[in-house]
C-alpha cells in the first residue's frame, strides 16, 4: 500500500477550508515550542486508532520532519486499512521553512 502524502501549500489550503483533521505526533516539549495551528498532539508513543479523534475528515499525520509521521501512518493503516491518511511532506521543518505562520507558546 502507498502511503499517501501532502504538501504544506496543500495542508494550508485545507486547513483553511477546514477539510481535515491534523494531528501532531511529536512530543509535547516539540508542541509547546512550535505548532500548527488547529493541529491535535498525540505523542507517537501514546498513538492508537481508540487515541484519534473522531472525524469524519481526512486525517493528516505531522511530525519534524515526516519519520515519525511515516511510521505513525503505517501503524495505524496496519490496524485500520480503511483510513483516510495522509503524511505531511517535510513535517512542520516544512511549514516553517515555507514561511506560514505557527504557534511558538515558549515562554
Same mark, same amino acid.
Given at each position: 500500500? +502507498?502511503?499517501? +502524502?501532502?504538501?504544506?501549500?496543500?495542508?494550508? /489550503?485545507?486547513?483553511s477550508?477546514? @477539510?481535515?483533521?491534523?494531528?501532531?505526533?511529536? @512530543?509535547? @516539549? /516539540?508542541?509547546?515550542?512550535a505548532? =500548527? @495551528?488547529?493541529? #491535535?498532539? *498525540?505523542? &507517537?508513543? /501514546?498513538? !492508537?486508532?481508540?487515541?484519534?479523534?473522531?472525524? +469524519?475528515?481526512? =486525517?493528516?499525520?505531522? #511530525?519534524? !520532519?515526516?519519520?515519525?509521521?511515516?511510521?505513525? #501512518?503505517?501503524l495505524?493503516?496496519?490496524?485500520?486499512?480503511? &483510513?483516510?491518511?495522509?503524511?505531511?511532506?517535510?513535517? =512542520? *521543518?516544512?511549514?516553517?521553512?515555507?514561511?506560514?505562520?505557527?504557534?511558538?507558546? +515558549?515562554?
Open positions: 500500500m +502507498t502511503m499517501k +502524502t501532502i504538501t504544506v501549500a496543500e495542508l494550508k /489550503e485545507r486547513l477550508k477546514d @477539510e481535515i483533521l491534523l494531528i501532531d505526533v511529536r @512530543e509535547p @516539549e /516539540e508542541h509547546q515550542a505548532s =500548527i @495551528e488547529g493541529a #491535535c498532539l *498525540i505523542p &507517537l508513543g /501514546e498513538l !492508537s486508532l481508540e487515541r484519534l479523534p473522531a472525524t +469524519t475528515k481526512p =486525517i493528516v499525520i505531522h #511530525c519534524r !520532519s515526516d519519520k515519525r509521521s511515516s511510521f505513525a #501512518c503505517a495505524l493503516l496496519a490496524t485500520d486499512p480503511t &483510513l483516510d491518511l495522509s503524511v505531511l511532506e517535510g513535517g =512542520i *521543518i516544512a511549514w516553517q521553512q515555507a514561511g506560514y505562520h505557527h504557534k511558538n507558546t +515558549t515562554k
